[in-house]
């Protein structure tokens, strides 16, 4: 009887073992539908950047000899849900068995054990072949312990051998973050992001007519997103040979003029999945070992914690905690987002430049999303909710297993401190050291109080103050504490009416 295989689009792995061998008694499945469009709105980058992916893999897959069903979103037969879909497909080509690839949110997981449990023919799932770890190891990991990335990232280091000398890593230390984050000095010549230019204008028309909608915009003639795993290989080449040296020394470094700095871009391609993060990291040591005179052990470490660390830790706490996670709001948070998230226009120049970009690339780089939108996001006691949809619609890499974990938990704290042990916040003092957007802002990031003073700096003292229930007593800012008692009554005064005063024109800051 034939069998049924159903690839979502974050599952573009061609070197699944699913692909070894053409079997004509499969046929695989990929659908565009309105029910992966309708679930949060999403930066018209990041449906076309997937569109594409999808019609290319499907594409390679037919060239191979595998016979695929690929429905296009107009396509008339196109029930516009996966349940529906694969009904009509079981129906129609008399399948026999269903499988699939397990998906990694939550939501679909859900979905198809109940799609599969209604089908009355056999079903099966298995692993798309693509993470270092399974859905639950961090728990495992863990067990009943807090979870601390640090001490699952050296687990992770031992276990497949990345940077280690035997027992001991390599270099004899596991950490070399104060030898990165450094400022952007000016002096180091910036490099261009490589870019593939596609024309995706028929795409774009496409979803023009179905009346997609979307947010952000796109120069669909010039689509600069790696669409394929040929792409994808291109891309990482790129970064080691040119981007690497320099990596970790300023991947903390914000720049008015070049958004991206010595960052990878790789997060699409990696987490639709045309290239799997024991990839990237193997590419990456191998061109270490060959140019140990020219980039540091620190860039490399850097760079392979990101990946064999902080992104298989997010998926993993994301397994563990779902679906509560995605409830999560310690702080109670209920703030609107002001309008401008939508458009980039306001004063404070930091966040017009980093939603600025945000909206043109559907990309912005971690200190962007932590430091500027985000820090500003939970100073101002902003609904996480509001936030999830906001980050999970902008960013081309956006799936909620890593959006949701990076959102709601390292950025907003909404976890009470299930990722991160303390909240990412700062005032205007850090965002001043890390960029060169302070100097032309319209704010004055020197200023606490009074005219033009930068919204950042009351608005974190304003913060601690707020919740002092609630963080007092973390060991981690103890200190923030102690400044506080230090101040006298009139200056704290002064700051919580600077901060209410913001909060209350949030919209016109
Ligand atoms: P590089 O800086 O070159 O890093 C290389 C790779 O490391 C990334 O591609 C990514 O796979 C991995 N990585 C780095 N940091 C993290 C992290 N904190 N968590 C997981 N993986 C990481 N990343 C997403 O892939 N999808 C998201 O939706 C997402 N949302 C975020 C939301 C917030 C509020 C924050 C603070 C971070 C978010 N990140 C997310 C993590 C990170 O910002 C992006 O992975 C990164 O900016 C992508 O660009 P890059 O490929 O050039 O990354
Ligand atoms: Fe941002 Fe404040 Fe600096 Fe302006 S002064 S760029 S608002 S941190």
């Not at 509001?386 to 956006?398: K, P, R, S, T």
């Not at 032309?440 to 103050?465: E, I, M, Q, R, V």
């Amino acid at each position: 009887g034939k069998t049924l295989r159903l690839i979502l689009g974050d599952q573009l792995n061609s070197t699944h073992s699913w692909f070894k061998k053409v079997d004509e008694d499969v046929v695989y499945v990929m659908m565009e539908v309105m029910q992966e469009q309708e679930y949060v709105m999403h930066h018209v980058q990041k449906i076309l950047a997937f569109f594409a992916a999808m019609r290319n893999f499907a594409h390679q897959l037919t060239k191979k000899g595998h016979e695929v069903i690929y429905l296009n979103l107009d396509d008339k037969h196109n029930t516009q849900t996966i349940e529906g879909n694969i009904k009509r497909i079981i129906t129609e080509e008399k399948i026999e068995r269903f499988e699939y690839l397990l998906p990694d949110e939550y939501r679909l997981d859900e979905q198809l054990k109940q799609i599969c449990n209604k089908l009355k023919i056999e079903t099966s799932s298995t692993d798309t072949e693509h993470f270092f770890t399974t859905r639950h190891e961090v728990k495992e990991f863990f067990g009943d312990k807090n979870f601390l990335m640090e001490n699952f990232y050296r687990s992770m280091r031992v276990k497949h051998q990345v940077l280690m000398q035997g027992s001991k890593p390599l270099g004899n230390k596991w950490n070399f973050d104060h030898e990165n984050r450094k400022k952007y000095d000016g002096k180091l010549p910036l490099v261009p992001a490589i870019e593939f230019n596609h024309d995706v204008s028929a795409l774009k028309e496409m979803i023009d007519a179905k009346k997609v909608k979307y947010f952000g915009e796109v120069d669909e003639k010039h689509f600069p997103w790696p669409l394929s795993r040929k792409e994808a290989i291109k891309l990482i080449d790129y970064f080691c040979e040119h981007l690497l040296p320099h990596f970790g020394t300023y991947e903390d470094a914000m720049l008015q003029q070049h958004i991206s700095l010595f960052h990878s871009r790789i997060s699409f391609a990696q987490n639709s999945k045309m290239i799997a993060p024991h990839e990237i990291i193997g590419k990456v040591l191998a061109h270490y070992d060959k140019n140990k005179h020219e980039i540091t052990l620190a860039q490399v470490e850097g760079y392979t914690r990101q990946i064999l660390g902080w992104r298989e830790f997010m998926r993993g706490v994301y397994w563990a905690k779902m679906p509560e996670f995605a409830t999560l709001n310690f702080f109670d948070h209920r703030g609107e987002l002001p309008e401008w998230f939508w458009t980039g226009k306001t004063k404070m120049n930091c966040l017009s430049k980093c939603i600025g970009q945000s909206l043109n690339n559907a990309w912005a780089h971690h200190i962007q999303r932590l430091m500027v939108i985000g820090n500003f996001a939970l100073l101002a006691g902003l609904n996480p909710d509001e936030v999830d949809a906001w980050y999970l619609g902008i960013y081309i890499d956006a799936i909620e297993w890593v959006e949701i974990t990076n959102t709601r938990g390292m950025s907003q704290f909404a976890d009470g401190g299930i990722i991160a042990s303390k909240p990412y916040v700062s005032s205007a003092a850090y965002i001043n050291k890390m960029s060169d957007y302070c100097g032309s802002c319209y704010y004055d990031y020197k200023k606490k109080t009074g005219d033009k003073a930068c919204p950042y700096n009351s608005l974190y003292w304003d913060f601690f103050y707020r919740n002092a229930d609630k963080l007092e007593g973390n060991h981690r800012i103890g200190m923030m504490y102690n400044i506080l008692k230090k101040m006298n009554r009139d200056e704290i005064n002064e700051i919580n009416k600077q901060a209410g005063i913001y909060l209350d024109a949030i919209n016109e800051l």
